[in-house]
T-cell receptor, first 115, second 114 residues
Framework: AQKVTQAQTEISVVEKEDVTLDCVYE???????LFWYKQPPSGELVFLIR??????QNEISGRYSWNFQKSTSSFNFTITASQVVDSAVYFC????????????FGDGTTLTVKP | DAGVTQSPTHLIKTRGQQVTLRCSPK?????VSWYQQALGQGPQFIFQ???????QRGNFPDRFSGHQFPNYSSELNVNALLLGDSALYLC?????????????FGEGSRLTVL
């Protein structure tokens, strides 16, 4: 069975601080996808990034960066110079390689960025 | 290009009633997956429809059922509603069950059971 753990339930930072959201996963599959989503109060899950299990290159997109370490089964997400608009719930998710439609989600981390 | 659309956005039911939620997938997508998100938790996979059949199912009772139409749209039905069914129900669409890893979510239908 697959499992995703986001140990940080809530994080509060002041604007312009850097913040890292942790994600640890469990799976017996050798190939799989990992995702990060952002959920604003409206409810829609906004896709941020997808990684496949054989690509451990770190990725940077603007103020966002992701660190994937297969050896520790972790896929952490860092926001640099946080902004108030970054306030939301962030979810890490894991899916089978052949079926991203069936994803296992963590319970999310609520990020509050204060001005 | 319309994304994933869900209806209704909000609804209130009482225990024992039945509810139907609807989802139209993103253009070009043929697979619909349904998720239940209780307050303060992550989404949980209910089931997935592909080629008008239920292909995968999560750990949900038979009170939860669904359907997929030839135009790929889908319905989620919940019978004999319980208070614990109160949640945000999310629909996600993908192509060929998400084999490319792309998954798009709608804004959800928020169900309150009184």
């Amino acid at each position: 069975a697959q499992k995703v753990t986001q140990a940080q339930t809530e994080i509060s930072v002041v604007e312009k601080e850097d913040v890292t959201l942790d994600c640890v996963y469990e799976t017996r599959d050798t190939t799989y996808y990992l995702f990060w989503y952002k959920q604003p109060p409206s409810g829609e899950l906004v896709f941020l990034i997808r990684r496949n299990s054989f690509d451990e290159q770190n990725e940077i997109s603007g103020r966002y960066s992701w660190n994937f370490q297969k050896s520790t089964s972790s896929f952490n997400f860092t926001i640099t110079a946080s902004q108030v608009v970054d306030s939301a719930v962030y979810f890490c998710a894991l899916s089978e390689w052949a079926n991203a439609g069936k994803s296992t989600f963590g319970d999310g981390t609520t990020l509050t960025v204060k001005p | 290009d319309a994304g994933v659309t869900q209806s209704p956005t909000h609804l209130i039911k009482t225990r024992g009633q039945q509810v139907t939620l609807r989802c139209s997938p993103k253009s070009g997508h043929d697979t619909v997956s349904w998720y239940q998100q209780a307050l303060g938790q992550g989404p949980q996979f209910i089931f997935q429809y592909y080629e008008e059949e239920e292909r995968q199912r999560g750990n949900f009772p038979d009170r939860f059922s669904g359907h997929q139409f030839p135009n790929y749209s889908s319905e989620l039905n919940v019978n004999a509603l319980l208070l614990g069914d109160s949640a945000l129900y999310l629909c996600a669409s993908s192509f060929a069950r998400g084999i490319t890893g792309e998954l798009f979510f709608g804004e959800g239908s928020r169900l309150t059971v009184l």
